[in-house]
């Protein structure tokens, strides 16, 4: 049988029996979008997540209390540790052949109030330093001024949503806010910016470390930010960072130091499980798709017996009769992952509208496996019933007899 003429004939018999057509084209969609759908939704948060964690910059350390003994996978983030990192530490690694501008950083929560307004707001405490570091543009007026550490002045940097929902449509700079019982003139206001580092920079304040020191009663550091003066001196200067941490410890390794690239590695290893993990849920569908198709499959050799046994009374062959079942049921696959295709990609636009900072797509690989896992689960399953048709006797067949 020729090509044309067999696939004009299984469309011919999909359009003829149209309900079952439909219901197969639903559950085989239904597979190939949950696939690229849910694998797109990962693939947005990772590239997120990824770009927030970039903003560091390539020659960038963090060093953080406590040891993460094991290698690889994620280092401590709860800052918890024996011995705290200090203001002194901080200072000292300023020394530090390498380093460029260290800048210390304690984090807390606290209630601010203005004009009748308050809310709870995290609070960060650091240096003029950190926004160098970190790339924070300023908006309005300036940031933090380059004073001596363990010099508390009651001066602040407000983040954008911050401004708006303290300060509404009234000028920030120059007011005076209440924290905690201290009083912090604003400075400056930051421009947008997003999250990163778990830190919300439009819902944030930063005030000099000192001062968030008397805010909080916290010695200890929860991170120090190093700016290394080059990328080939990254891990030259991790260790005599690390080599100068143990010297004022007492011998005791007990911080933690990683550059961006460990924490995107370690990130991103844990992204690409997830993504791969919830793609595995959505191709679960496939596999209930299959099923389905070997179903209806085996529902259409019953009740084309006779059908099967006129064609081979007319000199179709069993190799004739294993091509057209399982053309069919390649066609529904295709036609399936093509309304699949179209239904995720149309469900990823919407995502991306709504959320214009997350960039859901799905990636080129999980289109080509998702049509191809289809593709292949239907004829797998379809092989069994189609095998079974094309061994009917033709007289048994004519007599709808399997």
């Known amino acids: 049988m020729r090509t044309a003429d067999l696939l004009r004939f299984d469309f011919q018999v999909l359009n003829r029996h149209r309900f079952r057509t439909l219901m197969m084209l639903i559950a085989m969609s239904i597979g190939v979008a949950a696939v690229n759908l849910l694998t797109g939704l990962g693939e947005g948060a990772k590239s997120f997540v990824l770009g927030e964690f970039s903003m560091l910059g390539k020659n960038t350390l963090i060093m953080m209390p406590g040891k993460k003994e094991t290698s690889g996978g994620m280092p401590p983030i709860t800052g918890e540790a ?9 200072e000292a690694l300023r020394r530090v052949p390498g380093v460029k501008q260290v800048a210390p950083l304690i984090v807390g929560i606290s209630e601010i109030s203005f004009g009748g307004r308050n809310r709870e707001v995290m609070i960060a405490g650091t240096t003029a330093s950190y926004f160098s570091i970190r790339q924070l543009p300023i908006r309005q007026g300036s940031a933090l001024p380059v004073l001596a550490w363990d010099i508390a002045s009651p001066v602040a940097v407000v983040g954008s949503k911050v401004k708006k929902e303290i300060f509404g449509e009234r000028p920030a700079l120059g007011q005076w806010l209440k924290a905690g019982g201290h009083r912090f003139r604003v400075i400056g206001v930051m421009d947008s910016k997003g999250q990163a580092l778990g830190m919300d920079m439009n819902d944030l304040i930063i005030i000099p470390v000192a001062s968030a020191q008397a805010l909080f009663n916290q010695e200890g550091l929860l991170r120090v930010m190093i700016e290394v003066q080059g990328s080939e001196q990254l891990e030259s200067t991790r260790k005599r960072v690390i080599d100068t941490m143990i010297a004022r410890h007492e011998q005791e390794e007990d911080v933690t130091v990683i550059t961006q690239d460990s924490m995107l590695s370690a990130f991103n290893d844990i992204l690409d499980t997830m993504t791969l993990a919830v793609g595995g849920i959505g191709a679960i569908s496939l596999l209930v798709a299959g099923i389905l198709i070997m179903n209806v ?15 081979k009374a007319i000199g179709a062959s069993d190799r004739d009769v294993l091509q057209i079942f399982l053309v069919e049921a390649a066609l529904m696959a295709a036609l399936g992952a093509v309304l699949g295709l179209l239904v995720s990609e149309g ?3 919407a995502g991306r509208l709504m959320f214009s ?10 289109l080509l496996l998702s049509v191809a896992t289809a593709m292949t689960t239907a004829l797998l399953f379809a092989w069994g019933p189609s095998r079974r048709a094309a061994r009917l006797e033709p007289v048994n067949a004519l007599q709808g007899r399997l």
């Open 357 to 366: 900072d997350i960039a859901f797509r799905t990636p080129l690989w999980a």
């Open 347 to 349: 469900a990823l636009l």
């Open 297 to 311: 499959t085996l529902i259409s050799v019953s009740q084309r017996t006779k059908e099967i046994g006129l064609l």
């Open 82 to 90: 024996p011995r705290d990192v200090t203001l002194q530490d901080a």
